[in-house]
């Protein structure tokens, strides 16, 4: 038994254990799972788990493996008119909540990429841009889980500057997706009032407080 589950015992908590995993959905981007539960004391529950996992042997709780599902893209753009560092963001609309939600550029690790590579891909494919990565620790860059409540999806980020001239030429017929490139005062305004996901609105936060010329001194931590 693992240390942290022997900690828990010692506390008098409840101790769950996974007895059955159903899968109800076979879709290709998002798949979702039943895990009977069982308490210590003989307690049954279900709970509900989503993941871009297409089966059940690919599932995080199978393989004890967190492997990134996604990449997200941490990139600063330097324009060239106005000299001004603007983060590359991307405005989204998303069907769970039938709106806009402004967002990092992201997406999916397809077979036989790695996340990194996905990145690159991703950021010219959806904003038309270069990406010119920047080397940062593994502790800046491994897969975090996203949303740990519902999903077991994970994600690795990337970070570097983007070059060139935005375009939405590689964006896939089915994407409604605005490029924005935002300076502080536009990320402050965004912040403000917009919808704006989570793990984007963080480093919005952390952008909009770092001086001019110093935007990825963090990743030297």
Known sequence: ?????????????????????????????????????????????????????????????TTRKNTADGVIIYSVYQDEIDQKEKLVLIRQYRCPI?????????GLVEEGEGFKETGKRELK??????FVPIDAKEMYTKPFFTTIGMTDESCGTIYGYAKGVPSKEG????????????????????????NVAIM??????????????????????
């Open 1 to 61: 038994m693992k240390k942290k589950d022997i900690s828990r015992l010692e506390k008098g908590e409840d101790m769950r254990e996974v007895k059955h995993i159903t899968q109800t959905t076979e879709n290709k981007f998002l798949n979702m799972y039943v895990l009977d539960m069982e308490s210590d004391t003989g307690r049954k529950s279900k709970y509900f788990v989503a993941s871009r996992a297409k089966s059940i042997e690919e599932l995080k709780i």
């Open 98 to 106: 039938d709106t806009y939600v402004y967002e990092f550029p992201a």
């Open 125 to 130: 494919e959806e904003t038309g841009l270069d």
């Open 171 to 194: 964006q896939e017929e089915n994407e409604d997706i605005e490029i924005v490139l935002a300076d502080r005062d536009e990320v402050r305004r965004i912040l403000k009032e917009e």
């Open 200 to 221: 984007c609105a963080y480093m919005m936060m952390h952008f909009l407080h770092t001086p001019e010329g110093h935007v990825f001194d963090f990743l030297n931590a």
